[in-house]
Each structure stands twice: as C-alpha cells, then as structure tokens.
Nanobody
Framework: QVQLVESGGGLVQAGGSLRLSCTAS????????MGWFRQAPGKEREFVAC????????TYADSVKGRFTISRDNAKNTVYLQMNSLKPEDTAVYYC???????????????????WGQGTQVTVSS
C-alpha cells in the first residue's frame, strides 16, 4: 500500500504563493495518476487538480484554473501543487491522493482515489 506525506502548507497573505509537496513511499509512484483535494471547515472535500502518471495530462477545478499548477517528478516520487494568487477562499486542509487504476483516465471524484495523505493546512489571510 502506498503511503503519502504532504508538506509545504502554512499561513500566507492574499495574493501570495505556496508550493505543496507530496512524497510517496511503499508503492510504484510512476504507475499512479495523482490528485490534490482540499477540505475547508464545514465543507465537503473537493477536487483541486490531478495529473496523469506521465505528467502529460492535467485537469483543474474551475476555481483554481490559471492560478494553481500541478506537476510531478517520478524520480523523486513526488507530486507538487504550485499555488499562486491565493485567496482567502483557498483556505483549507489540502490532501494528495493516488489513483492506482490510471487506465480509467484522469479522475476528479474522491472515490477514484484509494490512498490519501494526512493533509497539510493552508491558511490565506485577507
């Protein structure tokens, strides 16, 4: 079973940037599509972005399109989420997740992802 550990969260002012990292162990990272989700207090966990196992294909939620960029380094077993022009509404716990059935294509729903990290807090102040 793959283990995922996120890092890079923190407190930032509106308009600022953060880069989240998620490092995988215990599995074959290069065979998984990877996703980022987030959960704000009192809200359901929502899709943010995902990337194909090769890194060629990406999909973004409309709310982050043009501001966030997902990327991966298969040599380092790591997926990244570069977040620019942050807004207070981006405040949430951010989770990375592994889709171990990539033949289905890029997935934006939680139930497509079998493995999850513990999350990292991102707080954007106004």
């Amino acid at each position: 079973q793959v283990q995922l550990v996120e890092s890079g969260g923190g407190l930032v002012q509106a308009g600022g940037s953060l880069r989240l990292s998620c490092t995988a162990s215990g599995g074959t990272f290069r065979l998984y599509n990877m996703g980022w989700f987030r959960q704000a207090p009192g809200k359901e966990r929502e899709f943010v972005a995902c990337i194909s196992l090769t890194g060629v294909g990406t999909t973004y939620a409309d709310s982050v399109k043009g501001r966030f960029t997902i990327s991966r380094d298969n040599a380092k077993n790591t997926v990244y989420l570069q977040m620019n022009s942050l807004k207070p509404e981006d405040t949430a716990v951010y989770y990375c997740a592994a889709d171990q059935a990539p033949f289905r294509g890029l997935a934006t729903t939680r139930d497509s992802y079998a493995s999850w990290g513990q999350g990292t807090q991102v707080t954007v102040s106004s």
